[in-house]
């Protein structure tokens, strides 16, 4: 794939291309980065504790329902190997099972990144470290993404390397790739459909758009968080006020990712709502902004704090946090100043929109 620009952004990639130190050094420090963070991936994956969320993974592969479970366990106390029973995929069943427990019963975790787990344990085996592989691998393949993205939104290749050596490196990043949960793979997703879109828009080819359209589906198959970049989308390309041409390929392929997206909405969403209603509960406003804060700071931190941390470490965390948050500020202060009119909106929106929402 080739990228001809025919000039790049006079502000933003000015900041980033005109110092000597950033020439060729970036590009080093970057790759550099990127080999280290694609070393934490893969460093001490059965290691760490397979924890909650992970043993539910587990569980939704063995394709057992809540209800069998509770059949032929009761109220005993199960051993280690009782209960890797419902850790393991019943001979018997399907990825077909697999999905219409899911559907049933947590229509909320749509199918495509449980389907193709079982189908990676089934042939690589069931050891910890295989199981979070899968997300490793799909954290890898992200930085592709990443790249081409960043080309198309700031026609900078420095920028781009400047965006790997930051997410290479980042703990909520590196959190994500050794779990066994379908964050890596939503990512993933995120990131490519994100490129295809500019991409489209900017080549205005129908193959393109078809091929935006089928990374939106697989992105809602993958996290219904992608109805959040799916709007987010939507609010870019009606900011951005290009040509009509534009708008109606957007609102053609957007319709049909999402025409695709049906089945599931039928048959897990609205069928089983009521299965859902257990899943969340109201969350006080003080707990949501701490979260907020916390999930900034991941970004370039993270502490492991909990109730058990010395005061010193909680010190420590509050140095570090005011010091990303004015960091942050000032970034998005230069950005929102310096980049160009079609950056700041889709940076903006894809910010801005979840949160809203």
Same mark, same amino acid.
């Given at each position: 794939m080739s990228f001809n620009f025919q000039r790049e952004p006079q502000k933003i990639s000015s900041i980033v291309e005109k110092p000597t130190f950033f020439r060729r050094e970036i590009k080093?420090?970057?790759?550099? &980065?990127?080999?280290?963070?694609?070393?934490?991936?893969?460093?001490? &994956?059965? +290691?760490?504790?397979?924890?909650?969320?992970?043993?539910?993974?587990?569980? @939704? #592969?063995?394709?057992? $329902?809540?209800?069998?479970?509770? !059949? !032929?366990?009761?109220? @005993?106390?199960?051993?280690?190997?009782? &209960?890797?029973?419902?850790?393991?995929?019943l001979p018997e069943n399907t990825s077909f099972d697999t999905i219409e427990q899911i559907a049933t019963e947590e229509p909320q975790l749509t199918p495509l990144y449980f389907v193709v787990l079982r189908a990676w344990k089934q042939m690589f085996g069931s050891a910890?470290?295989?199981?979070?592989?899968?997300?490793?691998?799909?954290?890898?393949? %992200?930085?592709?993404?990443?790249?081409?993205?960043?080309?198309?939104?700031?026609? =900078? @290749? *420095?920028?781009?390397?400047?965006?790997?050596a930051l997410v290479a490196v980042s703990p909520v990043h590196l959190l994500y790739a050794q779990e066994a949960r379908p964050s890596s793979f939503w990512i993933l997703t995120l990131l490519l459909s994100s490129a295809l879109l500019l991409r489209a828009m900017r080549t205005q080819t129908k193959g393109t758009w078809v091929m935006y359209a089928?990374?939106?589906?697989?992105?809602?198959?993958?996290?219904?968080?992608?109805?959040?970049?799916?709007?987010?989308?939507?609010?870019?390309?009606? &900011?951005?006020? @290009? $040509?009509? !041409?534009?708008?109606?390929?957007?609102?053609? %392929?957007?319709?049909? %990712?999402?025409?695709?997206f049906i089945p599931w909405i039928v048959l897990g969403l609205v069928a089983n709502r009521d299965s859902m209603a257990g899943q969340s509960s109201p969350v006080p406003i003080p707990s949501l902004i701490k979260d907020l804060l916390r999930s900034i700071?991941?970004? /370039?931190?993270?502490?492991? #704090?909990?109730?058990?941390?010395? *005061? +010193?470490? /909680?010190?420590?965390?509050?140095?570090?946090?005011? $010091?990303?948050?004015?960091?942050?500020?000032?970034?998005?202060?230069?950005?929102? *100043? =310096?980049?160009?009119? =079609?950056?700041?909106?889709?940076v903006l929106a894809m910010i801005a929109v979840p949160y809203i929402v």
């Amino acid at each position: 794939m080739s990228f001809n620009f025919q000039r790049e952004p006079q502000k933003i990639s000015s900041i980033v291309e005109k110092p000597t130190f950033f020439r060729r050094e970036i590009k080093f420090v970057a790759i550099c &980065l990127l080999v280290i963070g694609i070393l934490f991936r893969f460093t001490n &994956l059965e +290691l760490k504790p397979y924890w909650l969320d992970e043993a539910f993974t587990s569980f @939704r #592969l063995s394709g057992y $329902s809540n209800e069998e479970v509770m !059949q !032929q366990i009761g109220d @005993r106390v199960l051993t280690v190997q009782e &209960l890797r029973k419902y850790q393991q995929p019943l001979p018997e069943n399907t990825s077909f099972d697999t999905i219409e427990q899911i559907a049933t019963e947590e229509p909320q975790l749509t199918p495509l990144y449980f389907v193709v787990l079982r189908a990676w344990k089934q042939m690589f085996g069931s050891a910890i470290a295989t199981i979070r592989s899968l997300s490793a691998i799909l954290s890898v393949l %992200a930085f592709p993404c990443l790249y081409w993205l960043c080309l198309e939104l700031f026609q =900078s @290749r *420095r920028i781009a390397w400047m965006a790997i050596a930051l997410v290479a490196v980042s703990p909520v990043h590196l959190l994500y790739a050794q779990e066994a949960r379908p964050s890596s793979f939503w990512i993933l997703t995120l990131l490519l459909s994100s490129a295809l879109l500019l991409r489209a828009m900017r080549t205005q080819t129908k193959g393109t758009w078809v091929m935006y359209a089928v990374s939106i589906a697989v992105g809602l198959y993958a996290h219904l968080f992608t109805t959040f970049v799916s709007i987010a989308h939507a609010v870019y390309v009606f &900011l951005e006020k @290009r $040509s009509k !041409q534009n708008w109606i390929a957007f609102g053609l %392929a957007s319709i049909s %990712a999402w025409a695709l997206f049906i089945p599931w909405i039928v048959l897990g969403l609205v069928a089983n709502r009521d299965s859902m209603a257990g899943q969340s509960s109201p969350v006080p406003i003080p707990s949501l902004i701490k979260d907020l804060l916390r999930s900034i700071s991941l970004i /370039f931190v993270d502490f492991s #704090l909990n109730e058990q941390s010395p *005061r +010193l470490y /909680f010190l420590m965390f509050l140095a570090v946090f005011l $010091s990303v948050l004015v960091f942050v500020g000032v970034v998005m202060f230069f950005f929102y *100043r =310096s980049a160009p009119k =079609s950056p700041k909106l889709f940076v903006l929106a894809m910010i801005a929109v979840p949160y809203i929402v």
